[in-house]
């Protein structure tokens, strides 16, 4: 599906592809992403942005072999986790539309046209991609539907969040929305996607919307612990804490912002920053 001629005119894509010890698929995952992308987009500029978390294998050295000037890869030393990873990217960005997928291709691409079409049609803040949408094409095993409903109604009574998939691994936000969360935003792993979007709903961006998405479900790459669910749980419970109890996130807290210096440094001269 392509994005209107309108939207392909006067907007730059930024897509941040967060990798984590992908070095089996990293290259055709960033040309497949390419490659759907100018199908997708009909000519219109868009930059991806490959993050590797952590130099850990060969992940980084395959994914520079993939020769795109639509393509940048970006690495640093030591495992930060997804959240960290997909923060870098959006301090990389120049993008007046900013979304992150995941790589390991579980989430097909072309929804990220669905997205953006999504994203003018609604005049929406962001757009989520819901496995639960629907028109989703989704095959993923039932223990894990099951833990997506109870997790989202917790996202319900916490945060207000009227969504049936807050943790698929694509969203599309605007520039404007990115440029104000950013700085705010610690979690590096299990609950970035909901801090993300409660920070963002709680700032006063609440025109959040869902699109539908294709996803092939891959056991080995996409299996979830019980340990990863009690861990995100945790997680939820702190971001509900900074936001409700200690009001962290509000600019009358500014000055206690935790933010690592090197996304400091990146966010000062980053487009739109003030």
């Not at 404007?176 to 709903?201: G, H, S, T």
């Not at 299996?223 to 861990?231: E, G, L, P, Q």
Request: proline letters at 3%.
């Amino acid at each position: 599906m392509a994005v209107s001629q309108k939207m392909n005119n006067s907007k730059l894509l930024s897509v941040i592809v967060p990798a984590y010890k992908q070095e089996q698929t990293i290259e055709e995952d960033l040309k497949n992403i390419d490659r759907v992308l100018a199908e997708g987009l009909k000519g219109s500029k868009y930059e991806i942005i490959c993050v590797v978390d952590g130099i850990l294998d060969t992940t980084y050295q395959r994914a520079k072999r993939v020769k795109s000037p639509r393509i940048k890869v970006l690495a640093y030393e030591n495992n930060q986790g997804k959240g960290y990873a997909v923060r870098y990217g959006f301090a990389h960005s120049k993008g007046d539309v900013v979304s992150f997928l995941d790589a390991g291709m579980d989430i097909s691409p072309k929804g990220m046209m669905m997205l953006m079409a999504h994203m003018e049609w609604y005049n929406a803040d962001i757009v989520v991609g819901s496995k639960r949408h629907p028109v989703s094409k989704v095959n993923y095993p039932f223990i894990r539907h099951v833990l997506s409903i109870g997790y989202h109604a917790l996202a319900k009574v916490l945060f207000g969040l009227y969504l049936t998939d807050t943790q698929s691994g694509i969203k599309v936000f605007r520039r404007k929305v990115v440029q104000v969360i950013l700085p705010r935003l610690l979690v590096k792993r299990y609950a970035m996607d909901i801090e993300m979007l409660a920070v963002a709903n709680h700032l006063g961006y609440k025109r959040i919307y869902e699109a539908p998405i294709e996803v092939k479900f891959n056991k080995k790459t996409s299996a979830i612990s019980w340990k990863t669910a009690i861990d995100m749980a945790i997680d939820t419970l702190a971001v509900f804490y900074r936001l409700r109890i200690l009001r962290y996130y509000e600019d009358k807290n500014r000055d206690h912002w935790i933010v690592d210096p090197k996304l400091k440094i990146l966010l000062a001269r980053s487009p739109g920053a003030s």
